[in-house]
């Protein structure tokens, strides 16, 4: 599975824009790449996935160059409420199960300040 | 709809004792995973089980097991426990298998179970 790499923390403040890259160097043809959200004391969300190009949803966009070797979230104005650790995730190339062993890496610790 | 429930949601037991940590998927899905997340650290993959089998195992010892019920339904069992069992205990559901195709099925983690070991 393909290792990822975060900045281990970020600050921000209340109606900012937000990015957060990550670098996965050894991404796998097939492999999607998925990012989460995770408060204290409570389980992960899922924010967004993406392939290639950009992915918008309600909550983020997801930006992937062309090598696909990174990727960035993008968060829009950025509230009190997005300070959270963000993960981010790649795999998914195998239909054997490689994707289920999902490997969660430090992630990046964003604080939003007021 | 009902998203996935952990029960209980705090347990204490001390050294030596087992632990049984339970988990419902969401209606639908056929596939549990569980994790384990030690203080201020990040997700480690423990158990993946998929329509009551044991697909794939993180790096633990065989003292952490688990199974699959017939309602998809997860048990996490943990024997001989240590001091540094002692985490957040998660676990996710989806609705994809083994011989799932792209986009690849999000997972969808409960609330988990805090288990303190004294």
């Known amino acids: 599975l393909a290792k990822t790499t975060q900045p281990i923390s970020m600050d921000s403040y209340e109606g900012q824009e937000v990015n957060i890259t990550c670098s996965h160097n050894n991404i796998a043809t097939n492999d999607y790449i998925t990012w989460y959200q995770q408060f204290p004391s409570q389980g992960p969300r899922f924010i967004i996935q993406g392939y290639k190009t950009k992915v918008t949803n309600e909550v983020a966009s997801l930006f992937i160059p062309a090598d696909r070797k990174s990727s960035t979230l993008s968060l829009p104005r950025v509230s009190l409420s997005d300070t959270a650790v963000y993960y981010c995730l790649v795999g998914g190339g195998s239909f054997s199960g490689g994707y289920n062993k999902l490997i969660f890496g430090a992630g990046t610790r964003l604080a939003v300040h007021p | 709809e009902a998203g996935v429930t952990q029960s209980p949601t705090h347990l204490i037991k001390t050294r030596g004792q087992q632990a049984t940590l339970r988990c419902s998927p969401i209606?639908?899905?056929?596939?549990v995973y569980w994790y384990q997340q030690a203080l201020g650290l990040g997700l480690q993959f423990l158990l993946w089980?998929?329509?009551?089998?044991?697909?794939n195992r993180g790096n633990f010892p065989p003292r952490f097991s688990g199974r699959q019920f017939p309602n998809y339904s997860s048990e996490l069992n943990v024997n001989a426990l240590e001091l540094e069992d002692s985490a957040l205990y998660l676990c996710?559901?989806?609705?994809?298998?083994?011989?799932?195709?792209?986009?690849?099925?999000?997972?969808?983690f409960g609330p988990g179970t805090r288990l303190l070991v004294l």
């Open positions: 209606s639908g899905h056929t596939s």
């Open positions: 996710a559901s989806s609705s994809g298998g083994i011989n799932i195709g792209p986009p690849r099925e999000t997972q969808y």
């Open positions: 089980y998929d329509e009551g089998e044991e697909r």
